[in-house]
């Protein structure tokens, strides 16, 4: 075998602090804003909602209205399902309930959530451990739920203070994973992964029942030698997200859990990845509340956590035996203590979530009614020390920060190591679908407890089986609190050329001379995009994003529906099958969604809609994905699921305002008046509304030459867009003072201040205006 080693030298990688990924069109941060506390107002039946009360082990759902007001929403929603939610807090006098909007009316979102969780934390006077131990979980970039405060009235009745709290679902997934086409398991008690361990519900994909995976990891844990385990576990698991959960469990005395209960957890099978991810659940039994005398939550040993209930837990005991794996575990300890749970960092969040909840909590006649708890007491749970034990919740033994503190004392010397060989916990790469003349942009996240000398990438050009070396660079987020972030090394793959592929693997070596390659078990494979010859195939041809009154949604019958939608259109001679080929608003993810009709064909200037409204259950075309009003990526992909035939980036767009090519498949593109189903014409559209959010996007993206940022402005601004490359050095800056509400525009055309043309590849464009700031990747191909 030939080796070749090459001197790519290269500078990376300390970026401005924004996300390099693509723009969302989510809008569920409305509901979880923890700024302030919502207020709910939920009104139903009287009759019901005593029915309701009095037989709480039921789930039968009942009718009501729902109000969700916060600074950014004021809506209310009928025909809502509302129902008691819980295990043992069933019982309890201060009830949690579920609120589902599609119960009655399948398909319904309400600020893109099907569901949401209103939680009564009836065992805990602070009302507050299990939003701080969130707060946690999402500093530490672990997939996990959000929750914020509310108010919740029924029937104009004071319920009390509830936490909001996401929940875990299709929707969950589709937010966070690369592939949300999975099965969800959720797992209660008795879910140890021992040989017959069971209780792992599955939660999504209902129709088809299957635990073969998790059959697959039980047999995995259970059967294969401690020597070799680490390569076939990290075939089917995140190892780093499980170690990551299970380090934060420990810290904040979560004993409810799979290593001390084997209970409250979500597993979530990503079939495109092929592993599970990790997902923590139910977190009100922390920060001190113990149901046994026994234990002092603040003096646990981190490497032996107690076990609350007996038996094997193969999982978390076979991976601390790996010398790997524990030092792994180890550094995520320290590095969530020194980022996140210092003393100082807590009491800051704890007493901030103190004052804004006061109000509410101390009005709160239900939290009084399980354990008696008083208003002192409430005052008391936050940062009291030493703490008085309430009279009737015994169960609680400390004060929210009496806790952090104590927890910090113990642990301050017993974080130790045991000098493993180094290990790459975390490998990705971008762009996922390169163009030809695009860099791939290697990260790895690694750790060596003797210190990590150097990572290389061992790169296996096309069907070669020569090898080119190419050297990482350390390249750490600053001030991150997630610890990949902190073990981030950065390098560089240079272009694939047409039709290139190739695959790698890491190379990782410590200052003691220990070397280890990963991935264990293969490489990593990467493949250029391919473009279809222009001109011989289908286009996009119009996108409405925010269809209000203009044109309905025939599939639905029974009410009217106005859903988004995008015209292609054929501007050949010749007849274009569809069947097979793709849509997708995502440029990682070609593939999303698949004409699957048989012998669908669009015949030589015809015209024909998708609807993107994601309920393909709906007779017609109906496609998995929505469309963002304030702007993003779309595609037609060829049967392969790789060749791009298509794509466009829009930006933000009016409502029952088109975008679309001027005539149909010329290649300027228009905000226009509507023209569905036939050819487009010029109009003049006004731009003058005022938006009602801030926005930014960038079309064309990818571009060449030049690109057009447009942003909207709600409010008068000094606006500031600047772009940088992936030095973090400054490229290009414009500003414009004292702005007034509106849409605006403004052409970069690949320059840099000095008027020189920069080289094509990855490029970052980030605009602040007044209190907003938003960013996006931009990629300049040539």
Not at 115 to 134: M, Q
Not at 480 to 497: C, F, M, N, Y
Not at 588 to 606: C, I, S
Request: overall charge negative; hydrophobic content about 35%.
């Amino acid at each position: 075998m030939k080796f070749i080693y090459s001197a790519l030298l290269f500078s990376l990688l300390v970026l401005p602090t924004f996300s390099t990924y693509a723009q969302t069109t989510d809008t569920s941060w409305k509901l979880y804003d923890d700024s302030q506390v919502a207020q709910v107002n939920i009104t139903m039946s009287q009759a019901a909602f005593d029915w309701m009360m009095a037989n709480y082990m039921s789930d039968s759902a009942h009718v009501c209205t729902f109000k969700f007001k916060n600074k950014y929403i004021d809506t209310t929603i009928t025909n809502v399902a509302i129902r008691i939610r819980g295990n043992t807090s069933r019982s309890a006098q201060k009830k949690s309930f579920k609120i589902s909007f599609n119960d009655f009316e399948k398909g319904r979102e309400f600020y893109d959530v099907e569901k949401l969780n209103l939680n009564g934390e009836h065992n805990d006077p602070s009302i507050a451990r299990s939003k701080v131990s969130w707060g946690l979980f999402q500093k530490s970039g672990l997939p996990s739920t959000r929750a914020s405060y509310a108010a919740v009235y029924i029937n104009d009745k004071y319920m009390g203070l509830y936490i909001s709290v996401e929940n875990i679902d299709d929707q969950f997934l589709k937010k966070r994973f690369y592939d949300a086409s999975g099965n969800l398991y959720k797992c209660l008690y008795g879910a140890s992964f021992a040989p017959g361990s069971n209780n792992y519900n599955q939660e999504t994909n209902e129709d088809k029942l299957d635990q073969s995976q998790i059959v697959r990891m039980i047999n995995i844990l259970n059967t294969i030698p401690a020597e070799v385990l680490p390569d076939s576990l990290e075939k089917i698991l995140f190892v780093d997200e499980f170690l990551k959960y299970q380090a934060m469990d420990v810290i904040i005395g979560q004993w409810d859990d799979y290593w001390s209960n084997m209970n409250n957890y979500y597993i979530y099978f990503e079939p495109k990845a092929g592993k599970f991810h990790w997902i923590p659940y139910d977190y009100d039994n922390t920060f001190g509340i113990s149901w046994s005398g026994s234990n002092d939550w603040t003096t646990t040993d981190p490497f032996k956590f107690p076990k609350i209930s007996g038996g094997n837990r193969p999982l978390i005991e076979k991976m601390l035996a790996n010398k790997q794996y524990r030092d792994l575990y180890a550094h995520i300890l320290q590095h969530i203590i020194n980022t996140s749970f210092q003393y100082y960092m807590m009491s800051s969040t704890v007493l901030g979530i103190r004052d804004q909840i006061r109000p509410f909590a101390l009005s709160d006649t239900y939290r009084r009614k399980d354990y008696q708890f008083t208003d002192e007491e409430f005052e008391n749970s936050f940062n009291q020390s030493p703490y008085t034990i309430p009279s009737q919740g015994t169960h609680v033994k400390k004060s929210i920060l009496q806790f952090v503190n104590q927890r910090n004392i113990y642990l301050k010397d017993k974080i130790t190591y045991v000098g493993s060989s180094p290990i790459v916990y975390k490998i990705d790469y971008e762009p996922k679908n390169p163009g030809p003349d695009d860099s791939v942009y290697v990260y790895a996240s690694g750790f060596a407890s003797a210190g990590i000398d150097q990572v290389n990438i061992q790169f296996h050009p096309g069907a070669l089986t020569v090898i080119y070396f190419y050297p990482m660079k350390f390249s750490p987020v600053a001030n991150s609190t997630k610890v990949e972030d902190a073990d981030r090394w950065v390098g560089v793959i240079p272009p694939l050329g047409k039709n290139g592929y190739g695959r790698f693997r890491l190379e990782i070596t410590d200052k003691n001379g220990a070397k280890v390659l990963y991935p264990r078990y293969g490489f990593t494979e990467v493949q250029a995009r391919e473009y279809a010859t222009t001109g011989s195939n289908v286009v996009l041809n119009e996108v409405m994003a925010d269809n209000s009154k203009t044109i309905k949604d025939p599939a639905n019958t029974t009410k009217d529906e106005f859903d988004d939608w995008i015209e292609l259109y054929n501007p050949t001679q010749n007849e274009i099958l569809l069947t097979g080929m793709y849509m997708t608003d995502d440029n990682t993810k070609l593939d999303k969604w698949q004409f699957t009709q048989p012998d669908l064909k669009l015949k030589p200037g015809e015209h024909i809609l998708i609807w993107c409204d994601e309920q393909g259950s709906q007779s017609g075309l109906h496609a998995s994905f929505k469309l963002s009003k304030s702007g993003e990526y779309i595609a037609l992909v060829a049967t392969d699921g790789k060749t791009i035939i298509d794509e466009f980036t829009f930006g933000a767009q009016q409502t029952d305002v088109s975008f679309g090519r001027v005539p149909s498949g010329g290649e300027k593109w228009s905000s226009m008046k509507p023209t569905p189903g036939i050819s487009n014409v010029t109009t003049n559209i006004s731009e003058k509304e005022i938006p009602a959010e801030f926005s930014l996007s960038a079309y064309p993206n990818p571009f060449n030459p030049a690109t057009t940022i447009q942003y909207s402005l709600p409010v008068q601004s000094d606006v500031s867009i600047t772009i940088y490359d992936l030095l973090g050095n400054r490229i290009w800056e414009e500003t414009k003072a004292a702005q007034v509400p509106g849409l605006y525009k403004t052409i970069w055309n690949g320059e840099n201040n000095f008027a020189v043309k920069v080289s094509s590849g990855i490029y970052f464009g980030r605009i602040t205006a007044g209190k907003f700031n938003s960013s996006l990747k931009l990629m300049l191909i040539k």
